[in-house]
């Protein structure tokens, strides 16, 4: 059985669908049958097991790998948020407290009729 260490996609368990189609483009046919082994029996995602089936049977027929090592790419991550708040000081709340009942300077005058 292979070990996630000895996979020829480092973070292999991490990599996002899209991100893997890319890097597999690379990998041999025993690669693609190791990552395949490894998938069926840890993750067993039908996506990802579709994905390097379609993949496998393209390079047996013949299919070109493409260049680079798909080791060497490293993994998605999102990216960092950009902070601060939408909110201008000029609209934000002044305090925190509710408005109360009956106090003049939070409410409207009016008399008890509503007018």
């Known amino acids: 059985m292979t070990e996630r260490s000895n996979l020829p996609i480092p973070d292999y368990d991490h990599l996002p669908?899209?991100?893997l189609q890319s890097r597999i483009r690379a990998l041999s046919?025993?690669?693609l049958r190791e990552l395949l082994t490894y998938e069926r029996t840890h993750g067993d995602r039908l996506p990802v097991l579709e994905l390097l089936r379609h993949r496998l049977e393209a390079v047996?027929?013949?299919?070109p790998l493409s260049e680079g090592d798909p080791a060497?790419?490293?993994p998605e991550q999102a990216p960092p948020p950009q902070?601060?708040?939408p909110v201008s000081?000029?609209?934000?709340?002044?305090?925190?407290?509710?408005l109360r009942q009956?106090?003049?300077?939070?409410?409207?005058?009016?008399?008890?009729?509503?007018?």
Request: aromatic fraction near 0%; hydrophobic fraction near 30%.
């Open 102 to 115: 009956g106090v003049a300077e939070q409410t409207p005058n009016r008399d008890i009729r509503g007018r």
């Open 29 to 31: 046919a025993d690669e």
């Open 72 to 74: 060497a790419a490293q």
């Open 17 to 19: 669908e899209g991100s």
């Open 83 to 85: 902070g601060g708040s």
């Open 89 to 98: 000081e000029a609209g934000a709340q002044m305090n925190n407290q509710p």
């Open 60 to 63: 047996e027929a013949g299919a």
